[in-house]
């Protein structure tokens, strides 16, 4: 089964990567990476998948199409059956700990499969 990760060229995304690059190695199965727009550089994606060690486990980067990554990670979960969906989320104030980002929210609660948090 798949363990599909959101990725940015962010400590949150460096961080989330690695988290499920180890969960592959470990419990077996592919790796689906998909980008964010702000990370789409090929040559940066493949530097932080070799950085975090993806070059031992089978994996693939998925292009996001059409606007909504977010509706795309998800779908993507489901459509690959999922067993995991892996995501960065950065520290925050005290104020912003009352208020999740939109898109992990979104996340967290139309996800089909367990959802692993995770930060830097």
């Known amino acids: ?17 690695s988290y499920a690059v180890r969960e592959v190695a470990a419990h077996g199965g ?9 990370g ?5 994606i493949a530097r ?5 060690g993806a070059d031992d486990v089978e994996s693939e980067v998925l292009e996001p199409s059409g606007d909504d990554v977010t509706e795309f990670l998800l779908e993507t979960a489901r459509s ?4 995991l969906l892996v995501i960065g989320l950065r520290r925050r ?4 700990k ?3 980002g939109s898109h992990a929210q979104r996340i967290l609660l139309d996800a089909d499969c367990p959802v692993i948090a995770v930060k830097p």
């Open 1 to 17: 089964m798949s363990v599909v990760v959101s990725y940015l060229p962010t400590p949150e995304g460096e961080v989330a990567l």
């Open 30 to 38: 592919n790796l689906i990476v998909v980008p964010s727009r702000a």
């Open 40 to 44: 789409r550089d090929g040559n940066e």
């Open 48 to 52: 932080a998948m070799r950085d975090a």
């Open 93 to 96: 104030s005290p104020v912003g």
């Open 80 to 83: 690959r059956s999922a067993r």
């Open 98 to 100: 009352l208020i999740l």
